[in-house]
């Protein structure tokens, strides 16, 4: 049976065994453009910023050490790869994010409160807004896991680079560097060096 949560538009039923919660199926009831689900790389960035977020607001006296702590655990659980089913909201939305970000405090705050010893839907000890959220918004969040995600998918890339030019130079090198080849290459430089007519003219006058 589903669990029913409520929120300012009203009630809504939740899947009992789902970390995320009303605002999330708000979210994919709302978006359903592309069945595509966020990258784990951008799924890793927001949990960065709400792991660093709660240390932070644990150091400064905001928010108690033991909901501080279990979010921290809660995204470390993340982290680590699990979880990843939580995160449905289509990766097309409208908001500027927000309902991702929201998936996100929601799947953190159910599952800190469990290792709290609470239930999932209730929201207590752990908000995801008051609490998973505290002192963020959604146009500074979204933005810095951009720019977060994109870091951290460099590496990769770069490797992909660097394996596709040795891929292009194993098959292309035995005919760029044949020994025709390097004549042509020799016409075709020679061509590009070749005196404009302005050059052909001033030689022509200085003979003269």
Known sequence: MPRIEKDPLGEKPVPDEALYGIQTVRAVENFPISGLRPLPAFVDAVIWIKRSAALTHKETGRLEAKLADAIVKAADEVLSGRHRDQFVVDVYQAGA???????????????????????????????????????????????????????????????????????????????????ISFTLWQAVDLWMRRPTPAELAGESEATL
Do not use: W
């Open 97 to 179: 994010g927000t309902s991702h970000n929201m998936n996100c405090n929601e799947v953190l705050a159910n599952r800190a409160n469990e290792l709290l010893g609470g239930k999932r839907g209730e929201y207590t000890p752990v908000h995801p807004n008051d609490h998973v959220n505290m002192a963020q918004s959604t146009n500074d969040v979204i933005p810095t896991a951009m720019r977060l995600s994109v870091l951290a998918t460099l590496p990769d890339v770069n490797v992909m680079l660097v394996v596709g030019a040795a891929v292009v130079v194993a098959l292309i090198g035995p005919i760029v560097f044949s020994p």
